[in-house]
Structures are given as structure tokens and as C-alpha cells.
């Protein structure tokens, strides 16, 4: 059975290396970080698991447990891990990518031919994964220069640590320089086991992890990295069309045969899963971490994104939608420190002066026709006089008591004298 499993895994290795494009190794070499050798403490591990520093590798990324893993073909064709890492930083919750400046570190099965490494990246060393692939453009999915590289920072890529990507891509070049054309990258959002899939059972992408599942399944029972093609908008894995067809990644999928032994270990494997995911959506589990709202939730992101580039100031986190569709924002606002927030922030600053120039003026000049308006109704209303011909008016209590001098002064002394004449 596992002798027949395995020919078919290697028909199915076949196929997925036929009429590959993308470079030559050569254009993995540049300087000594891209030239640095493996450690000889991993060369040892691969000789005892029998194999070559040369042979193939494939990639696996986990989201959740913030891994990335890296596993070599062996002399008998299956594949081992070999090294295992942890993720660095990773950017965006679970969940695909859906559009540019959504900062979501894809999900889905991504292939690296020669040309997509870098040796020369300002991020130490990188190489592109391949979004969007034929899955992502079927689906309207955009983006660009999504990465795995070193530098510890992220947005939207997968960053290891410089001494971590040194070794990762040691992999990669010594598999092109040993013959492989490309290898494969697998990224999930998390181990795909019947207990995480319970967890996430009411998750708005399920439906999509499932798919995925079918993908990580058939590389958990051959241990080959599965072929992948996609038709009606959706993967299919390991999947050969009938002569004369072909797979279309908007058409409706052809008619199509698998190998018997792996659709039979599928089937197999598929009876245990169901059996476990139902004790599992039974039991108290961690509960899930937050993931993606769909497009919505990345159109959101997206544009403060746009602003954040821009330099405008911004929520210092993006903005998250919950599954009820409210939207949380950061209440600390700040600016991207960069030749254009500098720029922005000059931009702000002097549109800030301008503003309050405008208001001074204005108070000023408010100040200025309330000052004409009182002269002018002082005009119009003048005081009345307080001593009329032949007769002395009573003065006010006020008056009495108005310090002397002027009018009111001589008015306080000529009541002062009538008093002294009567006696009182």
C-alpha cells in the first residue's frame, strides 16, 4: 500500500515540476548573508534522515501557532521536516488576503521559482511567495510583494529574524542549485487538525479553510506536496483531466481522475477526521483567535492604509470589524514616520497657521465694527443734562455718593449749600 501511495506521490511531483518557469539559480547568489552555508548541525540531521543538502524542500506556514516550517524530499522520494521556526511577526488576523493595503499575510498555496528570491532586499534577505496566484485572480484578490524575509517587520508579509531567513533561504538555493525549478509554500491559518477546525466551525472563513484542508490532508497522508491546480473559482488538488482537457481557474473543472491508493487513503483518513471533529465540537476548547471579516473588514483597512501612506495622521492600530459588523478604532491617533508623514505633517502644520491667521482677523475686525457700532449709538443717544434753567433736578442716591469733580462735583456743593441754609 505505502509503496503504491508513494509511486503516485512522485507521478503527482511530476506532474506539479512539468513546464515550470521563473530563472535559474543563478539568480539566487549575491553577497555572503545569500551565500551563507547551512549549519552543520542541520546537514548532520538531514543526513540521518537520508537527505541530500541538494534535494527539494516545501514550506509550511501556520498563522495561529506562528510557525514556519521547512521539510526535504528524501532518497525514497517522500518528504521529513527538517527545521521548524518561529514566525517573527506576521501581520492582519487569520483569514486570506483580499485586497491591496488590507495588511493580511496571505493563506493558500503559493510556489517560488529562482527569480522571485532576493538576495539583494533591504529586508536582509527575501523571496516572494507568489500572490497573487491563479486561486487569487479567479477570486479578484489583489496585492503585491508579499514576502517572506528577515528584518522583524511586517505588513502583510511573513518576517523572520535576519539569522532565521539566512537559513530559510539557504534551503531554497541549495534546492535550485541541486535541480528543483520551484517549490511549494503552503500557509494556513492554523494547524488543520479536527480540534482547530471545531474551534473555528462558525468562523466566517470556514468554508474557505475547508478547502484548504483538502490541500494539507493530501500532503499529511503522501507526504509529496500535492499538485494544485483551481477550477470554478475553487483549489483541487492532485487531480489529473482527462486527455485533451485542461484545468481553467473560472471555468467549470474538467473531467478529472486520482490516483486510486490516494483517493482511497483520502477516504480513509477523511472517516477518522469526521469522527474526531465531532467528539472535538463537544468538548471545552481555547476559544478561537479573531480572523478577517471578509472583503468589508479589508476595504476598511485598506483605506486607512492609503491615508497612513500618505502621511496623514491616523488610529496608530488599523481598525478591526467585529462578526456583528461594528467597527473598533484606536483612540491614540499618530503619523508615519517617513519622508511623507514629514512632508504631511509640514502640510498640516502650515495649514494650522494659516487657519489661525484667518481667525485673528476676523476676531479683529469683529472687534473693530462693534467699537464703530458703539460710537455711533453713543452719537445718536447722548447723555441727559443734569441741571435744567431756574431749577435744580434731586440728585440720585448714585450721584450723591459719584466722587466730586465735573458736573456731578459742582451739583454735590450746590445741595451741600441748600442744606446749611434751611438747617439740615
Partial sequence: MIARLLRAGLLIAAFALAGCTGGTFEDVAGGAKAEKPLPEKILTAMKAKGMTRTSPVMARIFK???KLEIWKQKTNGRYDLIASYDICKWSGELGPKYIEGDRQAPEGFYT???????????YHLAFNIGFPNAYDRANGRTGANLMVHGACSSSGCYSM???QIEQIYAF?????????????IQAFPFRMTAANMARYRNDPNFEFWKMLKEGYDQFEITKVPPKVDVCEKRYVFNRVPEAGASFNAT???PPSTQPETVASAYQSYQSTYEAAFAAAVAKTTPPPKPSIVGLKEASIVSEWTKKR???????????AMEPDGTVTVSSRMGRIDSPEGKRQAAID?????????EEQKKALALAEQQQKEAAEL??????????????????TEAAADAPAGGALGLFGTARKKIGNIFGS
Fill in 251 to 253: 471555468a467549470a473543472c
Fill in 112 to 122: 517560488v521559482r529562482p527569480a522571485q528570491m532576493n538576495p539583494k532586499s533591504s
Fill in 378 to 395: 453713543a452719537k445718536s443717544n447722548p447723555p441727559e443734562a443734569v441741571v435744567s434753567t431756574g431749577t435744580v433736578s434731586a440728585p
Fill in 161 to 163: 529574524t535576519d539569522a
Fill in 64 to 66: 495561529e501557532e506562528g
Fill in 172 to 184: 531554497g538555493r541549495d534546492a535550485f542549485r541541486g535541480g528543483q525549478t520551484e517549490f511549494q
Fill in 309 to 319: 501612506a500618505k502621511g496623514e495622521r491616523v488610529p496608530v492600530d488599523p481598525p
Fill in 349 to 357: 502644520a502650515a495649514e494650522a497657521e494659516k487657519k489661525k491667521a
